[in-house]
């Protein structure tokens, strides 16, 4: 199973572009990427999803290299509002309709004024 | 619509009880997952089901947890005998059959053992 690493941590002032980066040097061929991000006291919520190259929807974008073995996640122009915990998620299909789900530890991102 | 929704919200138990935490997932979703998150911790992956079935149980703890999903919906897991590293926020979430990443997840069940 891919084992996933982030930065325990990051600051940032509002209104730069943060980039949190996850590595997952053991995935597997057919394994997917995806981010989430929690708040306090909620459950997490899907931000982005990508297998390769860069992934780009209204509030992110995932950028992952030829050789899949880290993805960094990109929020434009953050606001106070974007303080969360993010996680990455590995998605491993093992078969016989069996999935190996391994969510990263978090990032903490903190938004400075 | 409605999201998913997990009860009780909170519960208090005491060391060697039985609990059973309910899940209800997003109508029309076929898949449904539970985790488990300890505190300032990231989630652990327990058991997902895909209908009412469950492929892989090996996430699970130990054999003091069961799950199990009735009618292509509800789901609940159960923990017997309750240890106090027991103490977490579970938490239920549910996709669409083929959407197997962007899961929705409920606001989780905050178990404390005592």
Redesign the interface.
Known sequence: LAKTTQPISMDSYEGQEVNITCSHNNIATND?I?WYQQFP??????II?GYKTKVTNEVASLFIPADRKSSTLSLPRVSLSDTAVY?C?V?H??G???????????TKLSVIP | GAGVSQSPSNKVTEKGKDVELRCDPISGHTALYWYRQRLGQGLEFLIYFQGNSAPDKSGLPSDRFSAERTGESVSTLTIQRTQQEDSAVYLCASSHGTEIYEQYFGPGTRLTVT
Do not use: D, M, V
């Open positions: 997917y995806t006291s909620q459950g997490p919520r899907f999803q996680y998620l998605g299909y093992s016989a309709g069996s999935y190996q789900l391994t969510f990263g530890k978090g």
